[in-house]
C-alpha cells in the first residue's frame, strides 16, 4: 500500500505564483461558459419566455430531483467553433441527471439559438448523449423545442454514418435495449425535431406552443396549397385525440415535466447503486492542486502530490512501484468507488508501456474501472529506443487500452500529445467519460515541436534547390504554427469541437468521476477480449 504524501509548502511564492497562472486559465474557461450561457440573446429569450416557454437549462432543473446535480456534456460545444457554427452549447444542452431516483440522459433544445435548428455540432452532442445513456443504461429524456436540420449546413449534417440519421437509429436501438426514450414537445418542432417524439416509446406535448409536423404550414402550402394553421397541423389537440402521433396532453411546460417525470416513476430503471466500500476523502485538499502545476508549463506536473488529491485516503496499491516508473499504475478509489490508476510520471518508455498494458489487463480481468491522467508528450523516441522495439512495446499498450471493456475514465490534467494520447485513452478509444483541466492541452504533437519538424523539412526543400534560410526566416516560418497549435490545444477549442465532454477543475474531478463511476456499475458488464499483442 502507497499513501502519498506532501511536501508542498501552501505559503511559498511558486505556490503563489502557480495560482495566479492557473487563474489565467481558468478565466478563460470562465469566459467561454458566461457566453455559452446567454444562448441565443437577450431578445430570443425574451420572445421565447413571452410565448409562455422556460428556457432549457429552466426545463431541466425543473424536471431533476431537487438538489441534485447535473452532469453536463458539452456545455462548451460550438463556443469557438467554424464561424457559422459556433452557436451557444451547440444550440441543445445535453447531460446525466437524476429523475425521481433514476439517473437519465437529458438532451433539451435550446429554441433561443436559431429556433433549435440542428447544426453538424448539434448532432454530434444528441448523439454523444446517447452513446453515455448506451454505454451506462440509461433512460433518455427529450426536451424538443427543434425546427429540425440548419438548413445552410445541410451537407455536414445529413447525408453521412454519423448524422441526423443516426439519433432516430439510436432512439430505436436504445428503446430496443429496453431503455425507455421519453419526449416532451415543447415548441414548434418540424422534421427532423419532429421525429424525435414521433421515434419515440412516449411523448407528452404541450397546448398551444407544441406541434409535431413533417413540413410546417409554409411548406404545406407551396407543395399542395392548403393552406392550415401551425395548430390544426400538428398541435396537442390533434396529436393527442385525431393522430396519436403523441400520448399525453400537457397544459404547460410545468405540466410537461411533471409528466415525464410520472413516465420515469413508472418505467422499470434501476436506482444509482452505492459504492462498495465507505468514501473517504484524501488527507490533503485537491483545491490546492493549482498551487502546485507549475506556472512554466515546460516543467513536470507533480504526479504524487496530485494523486495525494484525488484517491481516497491518498492510497492505492501501487503496481510496480519500482518498476517502469514513468508509469504509475494502481487500484485506489474515488468515493468509495473502486478504480485502476494510469497516470503519467514522464515520457513513456517501453518498461512502462508493458506494465501499464499488464496492469490494464488484469483490471479488464477483474472489472475494475479504468482511470487516466494523462500527462504525456509521448514515447521516447531515439535511435537506441528504436531498437528496443518501442514501437512494439507503445502497441502493446495500446491495444490493451483498445479492447478493455471494463469502464475507462480519461482527464487529460496537463499534456496529452501524439501516440501518448492513444496510449492513455483519448477520445477514439471510447472513454465514458473524459474531461480536461483547464490548464490542460492536447495536440499530435506539441506546438514548438511541430514548428522545427515543420522548418526542418521546409529547409531541407531549400537545400535541394540550393537555398537557404535565415535564422529570421526560420523564425518568421515557425510562430504562425506555434500560435495555431497554441490556439487548437487548448480545452476551449477541444470542448468546442466535442473531443471532451466537460473542462473541469482538479477540485472537481472527485465529484464528477463519482457519478460517472456510479453510472457505470450500474450498467451492464461486458467480457474483454484481447486480441494479439506483439511480443
Ligand atoms: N434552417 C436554418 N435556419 C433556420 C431554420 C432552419 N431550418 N429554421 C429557423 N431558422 C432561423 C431563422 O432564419 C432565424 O434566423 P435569424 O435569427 O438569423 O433571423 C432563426 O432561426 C429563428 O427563426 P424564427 O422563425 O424567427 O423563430 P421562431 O421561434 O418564430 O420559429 C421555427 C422557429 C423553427 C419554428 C421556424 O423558424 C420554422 O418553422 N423554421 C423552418 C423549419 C423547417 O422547415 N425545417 C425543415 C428542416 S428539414
Known amino acids: 500500500m502507497t499513501v502519498f504524501t506532501s511536501r508542498i509548502d501552501r505559503n511559498g511564492a511558486a505556490f503563489r505564483r502557480n495560482l495566479e497562472a492557473f487563474a489565467v486559465h481558468r478565466a478563460a474557461v470562465e469566459a467561454a461558459r458566461a457566453a455559452t450561457l446567454a444562448g441565443g440573446g437577450t431578445e430570443a429569450l425574451k420572445l421565447h419566455r413571452s410565448r409562455g416557454k422556460l428556457p432549457a437549462r429552466e426545463r431541466i432543473s425543473h424536471l431533476l430531483d431537487p438538489a441534485t446535480p447535473f452532469l453536463e456534456i458539452g456545455q462548451l460545444a460550438g463556443y469557438e467553433s467554424r464561424k457559422e457554427d459556433a452557436v451557444a452549447s451547440a444550440g441543445i444542452v445535453a447531460g446525466i441527471g437524476m429523475v425521481e431516483g433514476r439517473a437519465c440522459a437529458i438532451v433539451a433544445n435550446d429554441a433561443t439559438v436559431k429556433g433549435g435548428t440542428y447544426y453538424p455540432l448539434t448532432v ?3 448523439v454523444r448523449a446517447q452513446q453515455v445513456a448506451r454505454e451506462n443504461g440509461l433512460p433518455c429524456i427529450y426536451l424538443v423545442d427543434s425546427g429540425g436540420a440548419f438548413l445552410p449546413l445541410q451537407e455536414d449534417l445529413f447525408p453521412d454514418e454519423h448524422h441526423f440519421g443516426r439519433i432516430f437509429r439510436n432512439i430505436a436501438e436504445l428503446s430496443a435495449m429496453g431503455l425507455p426514450q421519453i419526449s416532451a414537445v415543447m415548441g414548434q418542432c418540424t422534421a427532423g425535431g419532429a421525429y424525435i417524439p414521433a421515434m419515440s416509446d412516449e411523448t407528452v406535448i404541450v397546448r398551444d406552443t407544441g406541434t409535431i409536423y413533417l413540413g410546417g404550414p409554409q411548406l ?10 401551425a395548430q390544426r397541423l400538428g398541435g396537442a389537440d390533434v396529436h393527442t385525440r385525431s393522430s396519436a402521433v403523441a400520448d399525453h396532453f400537457a397544459h404547460d411546460d410545468y405540466h410537461a415535466l411533471a409528466l415525464v ?4 416513476a413508472r418505467s422499470a430503471t434501476h436506482p444509482l447503486p452505492s459504492p462498495p466500500t465507505p468514501p473517504q476523502p484524501p488527507l490533503y485538499d485537491s483545491s490546492d492542486i493549482p498551487g502546485i ?18 484517491l481516497d485516503g491518498s492510497r492505492m496499491i501501487e503496481f510496480r512501484a519500482r518498476y517502469g516508473p514513468t508509469v504509475i499504475c494502481g487500484t485506489g478509489a474515488i468515493n468509495g468507488w473502486p478504480v485502476g490508476v494510469v497516470m503519467n510520471d514522464g515520457v513513456l518508455f517501453s518498461e512502462s508501456a508493458q506494465k501499464a498494458a499488464n496492469f490494464i489487463e488484469i483490471c479488464a480481468q477483474r472489472r475494475i474501472p479504468l482511470l487516466f491522467l494523462h500527462n504525456i508528450s509521448g514515447f521516447m523516441v531515439g535511435e537506441a529506443y528504436e531498437a528496443g522495439g518501442i514501437a512494439r512495446h507503445g502497441a502493446k499498450m495500446v491495444a490493451a487500452v483498445s479492447c478493455a471493456r471494463v469502464p ?5 490534467i496537463g499534456g496529452s500529445y501524439g501516440a501518448g494520447n492513444f496510449a492513455m485513452c483519448g477520445r477514439a478509444f471510447g472513454p465514458r467519460l473524459m474531461a480536461m483541466w483547464p490548464n490542460a492541452r492536447t495536440s499530435v504533437m506539441g506546438g514548438e515541436q511541430a514548428a522545427t ?8 526543400q531549400m537545400e535541394r534547390r540550393g537555398l537557404t534560410m535565415s535564422p529570421e526566416e526560420i523564425e518568421a516560418f515557425k ?3 506555434r500560435e495555431t497549435y497554441e490556439r487548437a490545444s487548448n480545452p476551449v477549442h477541444a470542448a468546442s469541437r466535442l473531443w471532451i465532454d466537460a473542462v473541469i477543475e482538479p477540485a472537481e474531478t472527485r465529484n464528477w468521476l463519482t457519478l460517472g463511476l456510479a453510472l457505470a456499475a450500474g450498467a451492464p458488464h461486458e467480457d474483454t477480449r484481447f486480441g494479439v499483442f506483439r511480443m
Open 479 to 481: 510562430q504562425p504554427v
Open 261 to 264: 417525470r410520472e413516465i420515469v
Open 124 to 126: 454530434k452532442k444528441h
Open 453 to 460: 519538424v515543420l522548418a526542418l523539412v521546409r529547409q531541407a
Open 220 to 229: 404545406v402550402q407551396a407543395a399542395t396549397g392548403e393552406v392550415v394553421d
Open 408 to 412: 475507462k475514465f480519461s482527464v487529460i
Open 293 to 310: 502545476i507549475s506556472a512554466n508549463p515546460r516543467e513536470p506536473l507533480p504526479a504524487r502530490e496530485i494523486l495525494a488529491r484525488l
